[in-house]
């Protein structure tokens, strides 16, 4: 189950420099880890993006270096109004999708 | 030498009880104690959809129930999964029942650990206190006589249960306390019981005794 906590700021202006953060549930496997002497197979997120509004604010490369349920923060420059959708990769080509709403007023 | 030996067991005895989280480093409480960068909080939130989905029909607020378990039932210690799992045998540590079981514990945040009755742990102090495993030692040698100590590079704690479930940096996800009581037992080159197992659970439930009422913290970040 692909789950993720967005939290994005409340009371924005227009021209504001928000942080958004995220969690991402994933076990970012290394590849390294054994079960019962058996290797499991890595299973990273390799790449995220955010787009907002449709276009793309924030891509991200991710290895294996990064730990479980990653959390990530960036900052970008609010508009307006509207949506931010998080997309994710993993190795096993499981795609991830959230979605948080950005209210500027 | 009579009275240094004595001297050396009123620590013991007066030992104030102190959460996992007093043992921890500056960042791994920071962790916890924020709602967002917390990643236990994930599984509360899958909890949350699952127990809409499977326990909704029959269960309102569950406000205050994982602070009365582990509690005795039928003459038996039962722990707060085993509860959980009582018309769904969801897989021990199995997101799922993780999840589960930290949405609910998650809203006794706060809330002391009730204290069952003293005439009623008497196995569970039994397993405490008792030696096993190739390195010969019984929980109360490191959680009792040492908490606050070095065991290589990590602090001894007290082995206080009111954190779980929690997510432990070592095992990069969240975990029960009888993993985390499995795990002690693996290091001991003892015979590890499995999931659901008695001694688990009278264990569990000394353990809740022991405690004092200490604050149930799930999900709390351990190292």
Request: charged share 25%; aromatic share 8%.
């Amino acid at each position: 189950m692909a789950l993720a906590r967005i939290q994005v700021p409340t009371g924005v202006k227009p021209g504001d420099v928000v942080e958004i953060r995220v969690v991402i549930q994933h076990p970012m496997e290394t590849g390294y880890r054994r079960e019962q002497g058996q290797r499991v197979k890595r299973n990273a997120i390799h790449s995220m993006a955010c787009k907002y509004n449709g276009a793309e604010v924030f891509r991200a490369t991710l290895s294996t270096g990064v730990a479980a349920n990653p959390y990530i923060r960036f900052f970008m420059r609010a508009k307006e109004s509207g949506d931010l959708d998080f997309w994710w990769l993993d190795d096993d080509d499981v795609e991830g999708r959230a979605k948080a709403r950005l209210v500027v007023a | 030498m009579k009275w240094i030996g004595i001297l050396a067991l009123v620590p013991v005895l007066a030992m104030a009880q102190r959460s996992g989280l007093d043992y921890s480093s500056e960042e791994v409480r920071r962790l916890q104690a924020s709602d967002f960068e917390n990643p236990g909080m994930l599984w509360v939130d899958q909890g949350e959809k699952l127990f809409k989905q499977h326990c909704a029909a029959c269960h309102a607020s569950m406000k205050g129930v994982a602070a009365r378990y582990p509690r005795v039932e039928g003459g038996k210690a039962v722990t707060l999964e085993q509860k959980i799992r009582h018309q769904r045998p969801m897989a021990w540590e199995s997101d799922e029942l993780l999840a589960l079981t930290t949405y609910v514990a998650h809203q006794s945040r706060g809330m002391a650990m009730h204290r069952p009755a003293e005439s009623s742990v008497q196995k569970g102090r039994e397993e405490y206190f008792r030696r096993r495993g190739q390195m010969n030692l019984a929980c109360a040698h490191c959680h009792d006589r040492h908490a606050g100590d070095k065991l290589g590079a990590e602090t001894l704690s007290q082995g206080q249960p009111n954190g779980y479930p929690s997510y432990r940096l070592e095992w990069q996800k969240l975990g029960s306390l009888q993993r985390r009581l499995r795990a002690c037992m693996f290091g001991l080159h003892a015979e590890v019981p499995a999931f659901g197992d008695e001694l688990l659970n009278e264990l569990e439930l000394y353990l809740a005794w022991r405690a004092q009422g200490l604050p149930i913290e799930a999900p709390s970040v351990r190292r």
